[in-house]
């Protein structure tokens, strides 16, 4: 017999998650640590199981989660904002949705081609238009929707987890992707980037979309820093390889710290609102993130001794396919003509 526990989980594994290979990684953790010469299938689906009961530890790791979080001047999202792959009527976002009443009446569900997930709470028919107000609401939702999972019976339970699956099929933070069909990044639109800095955002910061191997700076009137960097060497037996980044915020100021795939390190520091332009900024480095989107961009500066000339990784998207090149300051901004 195929249809089994441990073969389901496999194949949740290893098919709709990402995660080829956790089921026999997860028994041989088991085994590591309870010191047994051998740990069976059901042994390791009862592992996972009894960790998303209550109490355990991922389910208490969702009770602690946040769908979006505002601290001081930056937004952050899991996925994104904005996405172009979800785009339909707006009428049927909230009309289709699990508990939704009446048509929607706010503003445009897409802008500049992009389906735009700020302001939108599943089951409400009219969005927030505050930032601020709307993450609160969000999170508010998400840990209703948590709560109800963790304590019904299997037939409300799966309902429940359907209605918090589909949010990643409506306007959803979740799911959102800052790229163009090419893979390339984008700027926010102009209303979203109005709505934010009327709330007092100058930065967004988002993952779930791996984009190269280091966190992509977007410049615009909202900073947007891209920091999923999972795939930054699909050579490398974790997709992963020697590549790993550090990103430390504190108000208009975000410095990234870090090592490549070839194991090069990079440093520097950006700013984001009014001072993104400010030269006096103390080690604000204007030439992240400029460049063409759809040619070369600046990606990010390699972390050079004082004395040494500035060296910048330049970087080109096409799909799946990413080219880099090091270059001069002098050379850089005669490449992309600045």
Same mark, same amino acid.
């Given at each position: 017999?195929?249809?089994?526990?441990?073969?389901?989980?496999?194949?949740?594994?290893?098919?709709?998650?990402?995660?080829?290979?956790?089921?026999?990684?997860?028994?041989?953790?088991?085994?590591?640590?309870?010191?047994?010469?051998?740990?069976?299938?059901?042994?390791?689906?009862?592992?996972?199981?009894?960790?998303?009961? =209550?109490? /355990? @530890?991922?389910?208490?790791? !969702?009770?602690? &989660?946040?769908?979006?979080?505002? $601290?001081?001047? +930056?937004?952050?999202?899991?996925?994104?904002?904005?996405?172009?792959?979800?785009?339909?009527?707006?009428?049927?976002?909230?009309?289709?949705?699990?508990?939704?009443?009446?048509?929607?009446?706010?503003?445009?569900?897409?802008?500049?081609?992009?389906?735009?997930?700020?302001?939108?709470?599943?089951?409400?028919?009219?969005?927030?238009?505050?930032?601020?107000?709307?993450?609160?609401?969000?999170?508010?939702?998400?840990?209703?929707?948590?709560?109800?999972?963790?304590?019904?019976?299997?037939?409300?339970?799966?309902?429940?987890?359907?209605?918090?699956?589909?949010?990643?099929?409506?306007?959803?933070?979740?799911?959102?992707?800052?790229?163009?069909?090419?893979?390339?990044?984008?700027?926010? =639109?102009? /209303? @979203?980037?109005?709505?934010? !800095?009327?709330? &007092?955002?100058?930065?967004?910061? $988002?993952?779930? +979309?791996?984009?190269?191997?280091?966190?992509?700076?977007?410049?615009?009137?909202?900073?947007?820093?891209?920091?999923?960097?999972?795939?930054?060497?699909?050579?490398?037996?974790?997709?992963?390889?020697?590549?790993?980044?550090?990103?430390?915020?504190?108000?208009?100021?975000?410095?990234?710290?870090?090592?490549?795939?070839?194991?090069?390190?990079?440093?520097?520091?950006?700013?984001?609102?009014?001072?993104?332009?400010?030269?006096?900024?103390?080690?604000?480095?204007?030439?992240?993130?400029?460049?063409?989107?759809?040619?070369?961009?600046?990606?990010?500066?390699?972390?050079?001794?004082?004395?040494?000339?500035?060296?910048?990784?330049?970087?080109?998207?096409?799909?799946?396919?990413?080219?880099?090149?090091?270059?001069?300051?002098?050379?850089?901004?005669?490449?992309?003509?600045?």
């Amino acid at each position: 017999e195929l249809n089994t526990r441990p073969n389901r989980l496999r194949w949740i594994l290893d098919c709709t998650m990402g995660a080829q290979g956790d089921f026999e990684r997860r028994r041989e953790e088991m085994a590591a640590i309870s010191g047994a010469r051998e740990v069976t299938d059901s042994q390791v689906v009862q592992s996972y199981l009894e960790m998303v009961r =209550p109490g /355990g @530890v991922l389910a208490e790791f !969702l009770r602690q &989660g946040h769908l979006a979080v505002g $601290i001081d001047e +930056t937004l952050f999202v899991h996925g994104g904002l904005i996405a172009k792959s979800f785009s339909k009527n707006g009428d049927k976002f909230v009309t289709d949705g699990p508990g939704s009443e009446g048509s929607y009446e706010g503003p445009p569900v897409e802008e500049g081609g992009f389906e735009v997930a700020l302001g939108f709470i599943p089951g409400q028919a009219e969005r927030e238009p505050d930032p601020r107000a709307w993450t609160s609401k969000l999170n508010a939702w998400y840990r209703n929707m948590i709560d109800q999972a963790l304590s019904e019976t299997p037939g409300p339970l799966l309902a429940v987890g359907q209605q918090y699956c589909s949010y990643g099929t409506w306007p959803s933070v979740i799911m959102g992707r800052h790229l163009n069909e090419k893979s390339q990044p984008v700027q926010l =639109p102009p /209303g @979203v980037t109005q709505s934010l !800095l009327v709330a &007092g955002f100058t930065r967004l910061v $988002i993952g779930h +979309t791996p984009h190269g191997n280091c966190p992509t700076v977007v410049p615009g009137g909202v900073q947007t820093i891209m920091a999923d960097t999972s795939y930054s060497d699909m050579k490398a037996r974790d997709n992963r390889g020697d590549a790993a980044s550090v990103l430390e915020i504190e108000g208009k100021r975000a410095t990234v710290k870090g090592r490549l795939q070839d194991k090069e390190d990079i440093a520097y520091t950006v700013y984001s609102g009014e001072d993104a332009r400010r030269t006096d900024a103390e080690g604000n480095n204007e030439l992240i993130g400029k460049g063409d989107f759809g040619a070369w961009f600046v990606k990010a500066k390699l972390a050079t001794k004082p004395q040494d000339d500035p060296m910048y990784l330049l970087c080109h998207v096409e799909g799946f396919k990413y080219e880099y090149q090091v270059k001069t300051e002098a050379q850089t901004r005669q490449l992309l003509g600045l």
